[in-house]
């Protein structure tokens, strides 16, 4: 039980990184966004390694093991392709207009550090905002929740492939937890700056930039619940196939993410090689904390 209760903190401490990104927005007197190009480049890294070189071969062994070879390598192979459709179906089931991952650019964020617009968390402001057209209000509201709903529904699985990896290894789990909670910071970002915009209540923005990431551990609780109740039967253990399928679909979901969200955000926000060196590091650091598992 102890094991699961730290996968769980872990997940919660990913999850929460969204917080730390709404802060910066608020606090940073500039953001510096070739630190969050090499973060997420960094993230990306980590998420490719890792699944590549341990999940993905955790379910592999788990699989062959239960079904034998090839059988098991099908099933495996099949639940990496299946997590990047789960994944992929989610995406296209959310307007592409209201799913920003982008960071909002340093023009778009200059304006949350003037003092007319209130210092603390939760003060509301006035002077320029009085100035914007109710409508224009309407829409920045309506981006920022949209926003805090599409990255909360995309944080569901990432809560379960923190939470799944954490719960086999406790170094693995940290590695991706902290790799996970770098690419949430920059969508705290994304949550904040549109609804503080619209609402020029620094309080509100702060609290659905935590809500979006609260959705990581509500994802791994109730996914783990579902497996405990349908598969794990009397016994409380979880079979070994439905861990290798899990295992198998996690690596698909975030080889999805890296190249699909943290690739191209990264590209996006650095400066020459920034995102590679980030890709290069992050893979790096999780090969050499893998070969110091050993």
């Known amino acids: 039980m102890d094991k699961v209760w730290m996968a769980l903190g872990l997940t919660v401490f990913a999850g929460m990184a969204t917080s730390i990104g709404s802060v910066i927005a608020f606090t940073a007197p500039r953001t510096n966004f070739r630190f969050l190009s090499v973060a997420t480049g960094f993230s990306a890294g980590v998420m490719l390694y890792v699944s590549f ?3 993905f071969f955790k379910g592999v062994n788990a699989l062959v093991e239960r ?4 059988l098991g390598h099908w099933v495996n192979t099949g639940s990496f392709f299946g997590g990047m459709l789960l994944i992929g179906l989610i995406d296209n089931l959310i307007p592409r207009a209201e799913n920003p991952h982008e960071t909002p ?3 778009e964020t200059k304006h949350l550090h003037k003092p007319d617009r209130g210092g603390d968390l939760g003060a509301g402001s006035s002077g320029d905002l009085a100035a914007v057209h109710a409508s224009q209000h309407h829409r ?3 981006m920022g929740l949209f926003t805090a709903v599409a ?3 995309h944080n569901f699985p990432e809560g379960l492939a923190t939470f799944l990896a954490a ?3 406790t170094n693995l789990g940290i590695a991706i937890a902290i790799a996970v909670a770098l690419h949430n910071i920059p969508e705290g970002i994304s949550v904040s700056v549109p609804i503080f915009y619209a609402t ?3 309080r509100k923005a702060f609290f659905y930039s935590v809500l979006s990431g609260l959705a990581e551990p509500v994802g791994a609780i109730i996914a783990y619940l579902g497996i405990r109740v349908f598969f794990a039967g009397e016994t409380g253990v979880i079979p070994q196939e439905i861990m290798g399928i899990l295992f198998g679909g996690v690596a698909g979901i975030m080889v999805y993410i890296s190249l699909d969200e943290l690739l191209p955000t990264s590209r996006a926000y650095g400066k020459g090689h920034d995102s ?6 992050g893979m790096a650091v999780m090969a050499l904390s893998l070969l110091l598992m050993k």
């Open 53 to 55: 070189v341990e999940i």
């Open 67 to 70: 079904y034998g070879s090839p």
């Open 105 to 107: 650019t340093e023009a």
């Open 140 to 142: 920045l509201l309506r």
């Open 151 to 153: 990255i909360g529904i």
């Open 167 to 169: 719960l086999q290894n």
């Open 200 to 202: 020029g209540n620094r």
């Open 276 to 281: 590679l060196y980030g890709l290069v590091a």
